[in-house]
């Protein structure tokens, strides 16, 4: 109003104006006078809240199973959404999927950015290594929806994605198009932040956490086999949690673990791990896997890397210490069909170089304990899994 009286003014330089007042009784006095002023205040109180139920959110994501090694989701990225299946990973921080004329992307849907109103091109270059795999291409912005079309999605508005022209073979086997990074932004290649730390910061999520809940399939492929719930605790499928652990690096989802042991063999040296979803198996020092290995019967084939267990073996559970809770896994988490009546242990030896980690806290620590990943207080919290 006063803009327009302004211009009003401004028109009439010339001349002398007068302008007539008329006053008026306010709304806020028209409702007092008729009573009705603290209805109206509670009618605006459950309106504000209303609107903020729908801003903020806990969203659940189901992720299906392939044997008990892989763990994958759908997400849309693009206006109309173009579906894709992704491999869900707290060991990295980077979106990518293949992008339309990937010459090594056979078999794997493809993103068309001229097919989506909201694509806005970056076009700087990235390239990431993987522990197995790699991949390389450009970046591109776009709405990236966690969870299938037609579903309850979390839409997450201007997220910087990999858009891949190129994968490496181990890549192209996989089940998965591309990979979902759910890391700190800090472990993200090109500083990019990754799309769960961008609806937090946009506001859309209840909790800076989530949570993951998995589930032991056996021999199946393409199964529902768990959850990840964004924004909340999963107290459907997980128990009540045990505790907090902080973290000692909040790159990775990584904290320290003082003892580990299976049977009459412990090691108290103390070392930090990460819990990560985008591992099969749990890894660590091969002179602590080898005497673990030796505790249950199973014996390492170097042509693998793997140890191999006898299928109808009971072995005791491997036992870990977190922040002074014992926490244990059972066989029935660690022993893994890998086909011709053979079983795999599922522990593996990992070296990190002197760098990072000692160990990996893969699929059969997560099975057997739901995980809440905690962006924002960087902590991870953990939960028995209901039939684990």
Known sequence: MKLLVLLALVGVAFGIVEIGITKVASPRTKLMQAGLWPTYLKYKEALRLQNKAAVLASV???????EDFEYVGNITIGTPGQPFVVILDTGSANLWVPNKGCRTCTGKKSFDQTASSTYVKNGQTWSIQYGTGAAKGTLGQDTVRFGATGTNQLVVPTTVFGQATSIDQDLQQDVADGILGLAFQSLAVDNVVPPLVNAINQGLLDNPYFTVFLQEKGALDNVRGGTFTYGGLDTKNCGALIAWQPLSS????????????????????????????????????????????????????????????????????????????????TEKQLKVDAGNGQCYWAVFPFDFGGFGPSWILGDPFIRQYCNTYDLGNKRIGFAPANGA
Not at 60 to 66: A, F, G, L, M, T
Not at 275 to 304: E, H, M, R
């Open 250 to 329: 909040a790159t990775y989802f990584q904290f320290r673990v003082t003892q580990v042991g299976v049977g009459s063999y412990s090691s108290s040296t103390g070392w930090d791990v990460i819990s990560d979803t985008g591992t099969s198996f749990i890894g660590g020092p091969q002179a602590i896997t080898d005497a673990l290995a030796q505790q249950v019967g199973a014996t390492y084939n170097a042509n693998y890397g793997a140890y191999f267990i006898d299928c109808n073996a009971n072995p005791p559970p491997f036992t870990l210490v977190i922040g002074g809770k014992t926490y244990s896994i």
């Open 60 to 66: 659940s994501q189901p992720v299906n199973d392939y």
